[in-house]
């Protein structure tokens, strides 16, 4: 029996038998509050009744209809009524003798509320006891709370009426048509995949705007517009701002695709313990409500949320209006997304330099994912959904997205958004593979899309460009010509549209570019005519201006430069390429560790964007946990600490530099002295002028203290009563993880690892504070016991997480996935694309099998919503430094040799992303 798992072969088999007209679905989510019904044993439950209005192309057919439920009370298949023991398995429902032509399904089902993000989620808050809802679906997650046909080429209209308690806001994808008392009923959607329904219920602060837009012809499009949170958060909730980043979205749009929006209303709702940084469900977007801010942030914060508003809209067209037919595609919709985000948040908004982020963040996510053993093409071979959990990663959305920057530069801009524009007009409300949209980017371009998508899209790895210049008897440039390689396990040269800058230091002390030359570089190696005869360059920069995807290095004279004048370089684009350079020279084991750490010692304090500041600590983190010897990991700490200080002191007053040196320094310090400043700080003995101590920068100050010992759990108490609130809850699970105990660490691993009582949003708290750089000794233990977890749960788990863009523990890591900490000084637990497990056992489609396990099954000594969460698979916006283990579908990250996280994140999706994870 399959189980929970569909194969591409069954998809395609079932889409070429069924045709999907229409699904009515009510819920009665009434139960959500209150004490759970009487005689209720497991979860808390809420009715769903679906009725699917199908055709089938032949007379007799078998098929089956998907749902994950703890019970089923009635099936009902054309008018007869099945008997639910008989057809119903826990994952399927089987349906024989299908009438040629028109059939109706219905069926009654208690659906199971959840705690880990996946279907219907529920959660209560702390602060005044109210309960949210909403829902969250991708890949496959629909089917945990209506019955359906649960694969995105199986499009459909759907009608949604939610019963809910008095006085509670409910909103779905269509229009309200109808709200009387509990009961709400909303308008027939556009033909739509069932990842992307969605339903939020519960008591929402909610504010309304509108957008409206003249077209051509006189006529005037308006889109109703609202922003949700939950109450607590409405304080805090800057409505105006999102509003201004949605409406300027809407337009450039509008302005370069052609398309009207096509899904009438525009809802946005910021809700708890998400697992994803957003979701593209059109008409209401999910975002995780961290994106809230309670306390100051950089500007940065502000940037990562448009992006990732901006990445969801563009999802409407790409992967709403126009979907994959299958998992394979995915890149069709999150690639498009990501790099759209970006694109559109750079031209339409204040955050114009949104491309330095990319190039310095996202860019570097990709980099290390196409690096690992993990490592696929953009467009992956989807075998099935488990398959399809492992693609939401770093290739995806953030190689994806780089290639489609390199296609941009290589097809030209013009013809890249005509393509575009064609692909929605000839596929709406339709579903497409590869071929569909190179067909029209080649009839637009009048490139060869074929040979252009064997190298970039199906083969996996990253090219290195270096450039190589010989200079005559003046010193001029004799040639500049430009290598190509590849590493052995991933050969292919491609096809590159590369920027050649020059660059030379200026009377002033700037280095400042003074030549530039655009080219195609194709094998092993491309001269490049232009720049012969050019003055003599202190600084060769290949691939200026970022247009592909590749790691660059630096010949002699270039990095000597670096050495001595990174900070000069007066283009702050140029100066993030420079800086994602040495890290990856550094990671490459060219550049030693410690050589990096002393560039940023001597440089970032000169950095202007806040983002590359804030990835230049996490990559100073990281190249002292994971890249120094440890008999020099002492040293280099303390003079991160102190450069860390000099900086915050040095910073202006109130400024976001000062704020984020003060993260930094509260992130490295180590020593006695450094300690007793963090807590002088907190108790305000001790002031640095210009810098508020609020309620989030209270706990990132008392974080490394109670890590260290000097503060315990009295302290940790004492914060929580100043912010009893879910956020603070977080921070206190965490904090309470991360005391240096062992027995601490052994009740840590015990509640993530051994019950299932936590929901995901303390799941994360928990393992955040359970893994921690100073504390080595403590987690070494875990390794095996770790590998040991993985052989007892991996591939039997019945509830995987889905983990996307969300927010990340190290500053700068820019949102959609939890895509943060890539290379921060945390390790962490990562998904990855290990070796395949065994595959499901046969069965006929929607047969029960002998012995089949139900929903709440518990295999080999670990729950099986745990062991998903021991192998987190599926993160959109995937850590980097996962490591395959033969014979597991998973993958770990190791610090040290130990395990020490799991990340239930970005993007993006898109993830929170990376940076990141993105929303999806």
Known sequence: MPGENLSRDEARERAELLTVDGYEVALDLRSAVGDPADGEAGPRTFRSLTTIRFRAARAGASTFADLLAPAVTSVTLNGKDLDPAAVFDGTRIALDDLAEGENVLVVDARCAYSRTGEGMHRFVDPEDGEVYLYTQYEPADARRVF????????????????TAPEGWTVRSNGAEEFHEGEVWRFAETKPISTYITVVVAGPYHCVSDLYTR????????????????????????????????????????HDHFDYPYPFGKYDQAFVPEYNLGAMENPGLVTFREEYIYRSKVTSASYERRANVILHEMAHMWFGDLVTMKWWDDLWLKESFADFMGTFSMVEATRFTNGWITFANNRKAWAYRADQLPSTHPVTADIRDLEDAKLNFDGITYAKGASVLKQLVAYV????????????????????????????????????????????????????????????????????????????ASHPELRPHRVAVGLYRLDPDGGLVRYARAETDVAGERTVVAELAGAEKPDLVLVNDDDLTYCKVRFDERSLATLREHLGSVTDPLARALCWSALWNLTRDALLPARDFVALVLAFAGRESDIGVLQMLHAWAQSALVRYTTPGRRAEGGTALAEGALRELRHAEAGSQHQLTWARFFAAVATSDADLQLLGALLDGSAVIEGLEVDQELRWAF????????????EAVDAELARDDTASGKRHH??????????????????????????????????????????????????????????ERGVGRALHPDRHGRGQGSVPGAPGRPRDADRDGRLAHLAPGRGPRAAPSRPGGAGRPGPGAAGPGARRGGVSPRRASRIRTRGARRALPGVTGRPGHRSAVLQYGGVLVRRRTCNTGRR????????GA
């Open 733 to 790: 699970v965490r904090c309470l993880a991360s005391r240096p105990s062992a027995a601490v660490k052994a009740q840590a691993w015990a509640e993530v690892v051994e019950s299932d009582e936590l929901s995901n949003a303390f799941v994360e708290a928990t393992i955040a504070g359970f893994e921690q750089p100073s504390q080595r000794e403590l987690l070494a233990p875990y390794t095996a016991a770790y590998f040991e977890a993985i």
């Open 147 to 162: 019955a359906n046909f649960e694969q995105p080429d199986l499009k459909a209209p759907y009608r949604f009426q939610v």
């Open 702 to 713: 008392l974080s490394p203290l109670v890590a260290h010992g000097a503060a315990g759990e």
């Open 412 to 487: 030209g801009r013009d013809a890249f958004l005509e393509g575009a524009r064609r692909y929605f007009k000839q596929h709406a409300y339709g579903n497409t593979e590869l071929g569909d949209l190179l067909s029209v980017l080649a009839e637009t371009s009048g490139r060869d899309m074929t040979a252009w998508s064997r190298s970039w899209l199906q083969t996996a790895g990253v090219n290195v460009l270096t450039p190589v210049v010989t200079y005559d008897d003046e010193g001029r440039v004799a040639e500049l010509a430009v290598t190509q390689e590849a590493a």
């Open 911 to 918: 993830p929170a992303g990376a940076a990141g994870t993105s």
């Open 214 to 253: 003249t077209s051509d012809d006189g006529s005037t499009l308006e889109i109703p517009l609202s922003a949700m949170c939950r109450k607590g958060l409405a304080r805090y909730f800057d409505a105006d701002d999102v509003f201004l980043i949605t409406k300027q979205g809407l337009d450039f749009f």
